[in-house]
């Protein structure tokens, strides 16, 4: 088996487990419905999670398709971000339902956490990750190539540090919209 190979099973491991951990939350709020005061805003922060997770498995297909080896430096980058997306997933919905949940109280408190964790993974994205994958770029071309993960960054830091429900109500629809932009790009492309 190539490090390659080795390095590909690891990483759909950990992303799985993150799945899995966003899936058995889902279920359990889904059964304890009636104990539970919903609010819009902790499923979004799911959809986002999941989003976030299919995509960086998907991408993480052409990260070591042409590679021939991979350093453990090198992979300790790619680590800290499986690290970051499994805690991304674990904070998006909570882990138990007691005699009552109201999920505004849960976005209000755990809101800073998501989205500073979810704005860690797009600088890592931006600022580590992307230069190993395109080698050789000028700081003009990586501005240029990363603008759409260093925008959504500052977004998510945004959010993490302002918890004005305007601007949640506006930039979780928002940055939605990016990542169906951004699926929506790598799907004709």
């Known amino acids: 088996m190539s490090v390659i190979a080795y390095v590909s099973v690891f990483v759909s491991i950990i992303l799985g487990v993150a799945l899995a951990d966003l899936a058995a939350s889902t279920h359990r709020l889904i059964v304890a419905r009636a104990r539970v005061r919903w609010d819009w805003r902790a499923p979004a922060l799911a959809l986002i999670a999941v989003l976030q997770l299919v995509g960086i498995w998907w991408a993480s297909f052409d990260w070591y398709v042409d590679a021939e080896r991979l350093g453990l430096a090198a992979f300790m980058v790619d680590f800290a971000l499986l690290f970051l997306l499994y805690l991304?997933?674990?904070?998006?919905?909570?882990?138990?339902?007691?005699?009552?949940?109201?999920?505004?109280?849960?976005?209000?408190?755990?809101?800073?956490?998501?989205w500073s964790v979810l704005g860690l993974v797009f600088l890592l994205v931006a600022v580590a990750l992307a230069p190993r994958l395109v080698p050789g770029l000028t700081l003009g071309q990586w501005a240029r190539q990363?603008?759409?993960?260093?925008?959504?960054?500052?977004?998510?830091?945004?959010?993490?540090?302002?918890?004005?429900?305007?601007?949640?109500?506006?930039?979780?629809p928002l940055l939605l919209l990016l990542f169906a932009a951004s699926y929506w790009r790598l799907a004709i492309g």
Do not use: E, K, M
């Open 146 to 172: 990363q603008a759409f993960n260093l925008v959504q960054a500052g977004l998510c830091f945004a959010l993490a540090r302002w918890s004005a429900p305007r601007l949640h109500a506006v930039a979780i």
């Open 88 to 114: 991304l997933a674990a904070a998006a919905l909570p882990d138990a339902v007691d005699d009552r949940l109201d999920l505004r109280a849960f976005y209000t408190a755990t809101a800073p956490y998501f």
